[in-house]
C-alpha cells in the first residue's frame, strides 16, 4: 500500500507544494485576522494610553512591554472585591447552565432526528432552524417584545393564573439571560450529536436487543457511549462562544447582577484609557479557556486510538 | 443526508476529527471580534508621560483655562482663547467647491436628512455620512486620518480641546457662517470653550434631570426639596434607570449635595458620588443605559435619569392607548437645587477636501428654517436659537404643554453646571469609580 502509494507520488504531474498549497488562503486568512490582531492584543494590553487624545498606544516593541496592566486585571479577577471576580464567577456559572440547557433540549431532538425523523427529517431540520435565519440581534429583540410587561409570555402566565403581576424579566434576572444564552446557542448543539447520532449503526443497536437488553439499557449502554464525542464536541462549540458573549445580557438583563465577562470586556474597550484593562481580559479570558479545549483534544485522541485498538 | 465519499476521495478527516478540530477553532470566537476591534489604534503614538504641560496661563494651544492636560482646560470662569494657523483658515471670498463631496462624521440619527438633501439641491453636491457610537470612537475615527471628513456633528465639548491639540481641527472663518450671529442666542457667540468661536459653532442644547412615569411612581417629585432624592428613597426597585457615562451618573450625587462645580472635586468627594450611586444601584438593582426615550413609554422603566433632548420626542413612543400626561420630566434646577445643562459642538476637520462647502454646511445647519426642521423631523435636541423659545416650540405642538420644561431658555445655561473635561489623573478618578459601579464592588 505505502510502496503503491510513494511509486502513485513518484508519477504525479504535481509539485510537491501543490496540495498543501490550497491552505494558504486559510493560513493567510489565520496570520491577518488572528495571528496579527491577537498581537496588537498583546501589544495593547502591555501598552498605555496617548497623551493628548488619552487613547491606547500599543507597545510594538516586546522589550518595552509594561506588565503592570496585567497585573491589575489579575489581581481584580482572583481577589474577591476585585472589579472582575464576580464576572467571572458568573460567567462560568451562566455558560456552565445555559450549555447544560443547551444539552437537554438538543439531545432529544437530535436523537428524534437522527433516529425517528424518518422521511420528515429535512423538514423537521429546516422548521428548527428557521428561527436562526434571522440575525442574532433581532432574534434577541423579540424576546424583549415577548418578555416586557405586557408580553406574550406574562399575558399568558397571567391568563393561566401562574403570575398575578407580570415578571420583570428584564430587570436583570439571571434566567432571562440563561434562557436567552441557550435560544441563542442551542443550534451549535444540535449539529454535532445529529452528525454522531446519525452515524451509530443500526447494528449495533440491534446487536444490543439481540442480546437482551431493554431500549432504556440499549440507550445508556450502546448509543449514549457512542454519542459522547459529539456531546463533548457540542458542548466546546457552544460554551466557547458564550464565555465572549456580551450582547445577550445588553439586551436582556443590563444590570450589574448579571454582568458577564463579555461586558466587563466591552465595557473597558469603550473607555479609551480602560482599552489596555480590555485586552488584558481577553488574553486571561483565552489562557483560562485553553484549559478545557486541551482536555477536548486529548479526549478525542484517546478515543481516536480505542477505536484504533479495536479494530 | 451526507454525501457518501467516492473511493477515490481521501477521507482524510474523519467526522470525528473534523467536529474536533471544529471546536477546536472555536476557541478563537469569544474574543476574535474584541481582539479586532482592538486593531483599530490610533495613529498618534506619543506614550502618557507626567502630568499636564500648561499652567493655565497660554501655550501652543491656547491661552486661558485651568491646567491639568497639554492644553488648555476651559471653565466658565477660565475661558480658553485657541490659536489658529491662519495657512489653515479658509479665505473668506473662496468659492464653493465644484461638484464635490462633503463628509461628515456624525451620531446616529443626529442630522435630519431633509437638511442634507436641501443642502446638496442648493450646492449642487453631494454629501456622505458616516456615523459613530460615542465621542470616543468618533475621536478614533477622525485620529486615523482615513475618511478625509469634512465636519463632525454633535462633538462634546469636552472632546474640543484634545482634539484642537492633536491637530484634528480646522479653524472656521465665521465670514462663511453668518447664521451664527444671526440666529444663535448671545451667550454662544463666543463661548467660553472657544473664545471667538475659532473651532466651533453650537448645536444642540439640553438639560440633565429626571424622567419618570407618574402613573407608576406616584411621589411629587417636582414638590420635594430635593428631587433627586427620590432615586435614594423611593425608587422603583427593577424599574430604575440611570444614565450611561461617568460624569452623568456621579455628578447626580454631587449635585443632590450641592455641588455646582463638579469638575474640580477631590478623591473623596468622587468616592463619596460613587458610593451614593451604588446605594442606588443596590436598592433597585438599578441599569445603565441611554434608551429612556423608548424604555419609559414602554414601562420598561419608571424612573430614569434622562437628558431632555431624549425626553422631548419619547411621547411617540408611547404604545397605543397610552398617554403623554403619564410622562413627566424635571431639571432640578428648577427646584432650586443644582443640574447639569450642556451643548455640543458643529466643528470642521482638517482632513476634509472640500472645506468651503463644509463651512456653508455648517452655515446651513444652523439656519433657522434648517434647524427648526431638523430639531422637529428628526433629533428631538434642541438648538440654541433666538426662534427656538420654549412658548414657540410648545405652540407649534412639538412636545406635550407639561412637557415644556424639556427646552432650554438661553438663561439656563447660566443657571445649570456644565460637565467639562477634566484633567488626566482626574478623569481616570471618575471613569475607576463608575467601572467599579458597573462591576458593583
Not at chain 1, 444539552?103 to 429535512?122: E, N, Q
Not at chain 2, 475661558?79 to 483658515?89: A, E, G, K, L
Not at chain 2, 444601584?281 to 441599569?287: D, F, K, L, P, Y
Request: glycine share 8%; proline share 6%; with cysteine.
Amino acid at each position: 500500500m505505502s510502496s503503491g502509494a510513494s511509486s502513485a507520488r513518484g508519477r504525479s504531474w504535481y509539485p510537491r507544494w501543490y496540495w498543501p498549497s490550497f491552505a494558504a488562503p486559510a493560513t493567510l486568512f489565520l496570520l491577518l485576522f488572528f495571528v496579527y490582531p491577537f498581537y496588537v492584543v498583546l501589544c495593547v494590553a502591555f501598552g498605555g494610553v496617548t497623551e493628548i487624545l488619552r487613547e491606547p498606544a500599543p507597545a510594538w516593541n516586546p522589550a518595552s512591554w509594561n506588565p503592570g496592566i496585567l497585573g491589575f486585571t489579575l489581581s481584580n479577577i482572583t481577589h474577591t472585591d476585585g472589579l472582575y471576580h464576580t464576572a467571572f464567577l458568573r460567567t462560568f456559572a451562566y455558560v456552565g447552565l445555559a450549555t447544560l440547557a443547551c444539552l437537554l433540549i438538543g439531545y432529544p431532538f437530535a436523537y428524534f432526528l437522527a433516529r425517528h425523523a424518518g422521511r420528515w427529517r429535512g423538514l423537521f431540520v429546516a422548521l428548527f432552524f428557521a428561527p436562526f435565519w434571522i440575525s442574532y440581534m433581532l432574534r434577541m429583540l423579540a424576546w424583549i417584545s415577548l418578555l416586557q410587561d405586557d408580553g406574550l409570555v406574562n399575558t399568558t402566565l397571567q391568563r393561566v393564573g401562574i403570575l398575578q403581576t407580570p415578571y420583570p424579566w428584564l430587570a436583570g434576572k439571571p434566567i432571562t439571560l440563561i434562557i436567552g444564552l441557550t435560544y441563542g446557542y442551542v443550534p451549535y448543539m444540535v449539529l454535532p450529536l445529529f452528525a454522531t447520532l446519525d452515524r451509530i449503526h443500526p447494528s449495533l443497536l440491534e446487536a444490543g436487543r439481540d442480546l437482551g437488553a431493554s431500549p432504556g439499557r440499549t440507550f445508556w449502554r450502546v448509543t449514549f457511549p457512542e454519542s459522547r464525542q459529539g456531546i463533548l464536541a457540542g458542548l466546546v462549540i457552544c460554551a466557547l462562544p458564550m464565555f465572549g458573549d456580551y450582547f445577550t445580557q445588553q439586551l436582556l438583563a443590563n444590570t450589574k447582577g448579571t454582568r458577564m465577562i463579555g461586558n466587563a470586556v466591552v465595557d473597558s474597550l469603550t473607555i479609551p484609557i480602560f482599552v489596555p484593562r480590555g485586552a488584558a481580559l481577553i488574553l486571561v479570558l483565552l489562557v483560562l479557556l485553553i484549559g478545557p479545549i486541551i482536555y477536548y483534544l486529548w479526549s478525542t485522541q484517546r478515543a481516536a486510538a480505542q477505536v484504533g485498538v479495536a479494530a | 443526508m451526507v454525501r457518501p465519499l467516492h473511493p477515490k476521495e481521501r477521507p482524510l478527516y474523519s467526522r470525528r476529527a473534523f467536529l474536533q478540530r471544529a471546536a477546536a477553532a472555536g476557541i478563537a470566537m469569544p474574543s476574535l471580534a474584541a481582539i479586532l476591534a482592538a486593531c483599530g489604534s490610533g495613529a498618534q503614538s506619543n506614550v502618557q508621560g507626567g502630568g499636564g504641560g500648561t499652567d493655565g496661563g497660554s501655550n501652543e494651544f491656547g491661552s486661558g483655562g485651568i491646567a491639568g492636560a497639554p492644553y488648555p482646560l476651559s471653565r466658565p470662569n477660565a475661558p480658553v482663547t485657541w490659536n489658529v494657523d491662519p495657512s489653515q483658515v479658509v479665505a473668506s471670498d473662496a468659492k464653493p467647491e465644484q461638484n464635490a463631496t462633503v463628509k461628515i462624521l456624525r451620531w446616529p440619527y443626529y442630522l435630519a436628512p431633509s437638511v442634507i438633501k436641501s443642502f446638496e439641491a442648493k450646492y449642487k453636491c453631494k454629501v456622505e455620512e458616516t456615523e459613530f457610537s460615542d465621542m470616543d470612537k468618533g475621536l478614533a475615527k477622525m485620529n486615523t486620518g482615513q475618511g478625509d471628513f469634512d465636519l463632525l456633528v454633535g462633538m462634546n465639548v469636552w472632546a474640543l480641546g484634545r482634539s484642537i491639540a492633536a491637530g484634528l481641527l480646522r479653524p472656521i472663518n465665521l465670514d462663511h457662517i453668518p447664521n451664527l450671529a444671526a440666529n444663535c442666542w448671545d451667550s454662544f457667540q463666543s463661548p467660553f470653550y472657544d473664545v471667538g468661536s475659532h473651532y466651533s459653532v453650537p448645536y444642540s442644547v439640553w438639560s440633565t434631570g429626571i424622567f419618570w412615569r407618574n402613573d407608576k411612581v406616584k411621589d411629587n417629585i417636582a414638590g420635594m426639596a430635593n428631587p433627586y432624592d427620590i432615586f435614594w428613597t423611593d425608587a422603583p426597585v427593577d424599574k430604575t434607570h440611570l444614565l450611561a457615562n461617568a460624569q452623568d451618573v456621579l455628578a447626580m450625587a454631587m449635585f443632590r449635595d450641592g455641588l455646582t462645580d463638579v469638575n474640580e472635586v477631590d478623591d473623596a468627594t468622587v468616592t463619596a458620588a460613587k458610593e451614593a450611586i451604588a446605594e442606588v444601584v443596590h436598592a433597585t438593582n438599578a441599569s445603565f443605559d441611554h434608551s429612556d426615550y423608548t424604555e419609559l413609554p414602554k414601562g420598561q422603566a419608571y424612573l430614569h435619569q434622562s437628558w431632555s433632548g431624549n425626553v422631548s420626542d419619547a411621547f411617540v413612543f408611547l404604545p397605543k392607548g397610552d398617554q403623554a400626561e403619564n410622562l413627566s420630566y424635571l431639571w432640578p434646577v428648577e427646584s432650586g437645587v443644582p443640574g447639569n445643562v450642556d451643548n455640543d459642538l458643529l466643528v470642521l476637520l482638517n482632513t476634509g477636501k472640500a472645506p468651503v462647502l463644509a463651512h456653508l454646511l455648517l452655515n446651513h445647519i444652523l439656519d433657522a428654517d434648517n434647524a427648526m426642521t431638523n430639531f422637529a423631523t428628526w433629533t428631538g435636541y434642541q438648538m440654541p436659537q433666538k426662534t427656538m423659545t420654549r412658548d414657540a416650540l410648545v405652540n407649534a405642538g412639538l412636545s406635550p404643554e407639561h412637557l415644556a420644561n424639556v427646552y432650554i431658555v438661553e438663561a439656563d445655561m447660566d443657571r445649570g453646571s456644565r460637565e467639562l473635561e477634566l484633567p488626566a489623573a482626574a478623569d481616570a478618578l471618575w471613569q475607576s469609580a463608575y467601572a467599579e459601579l458597573q462591576a458593583g464592588v
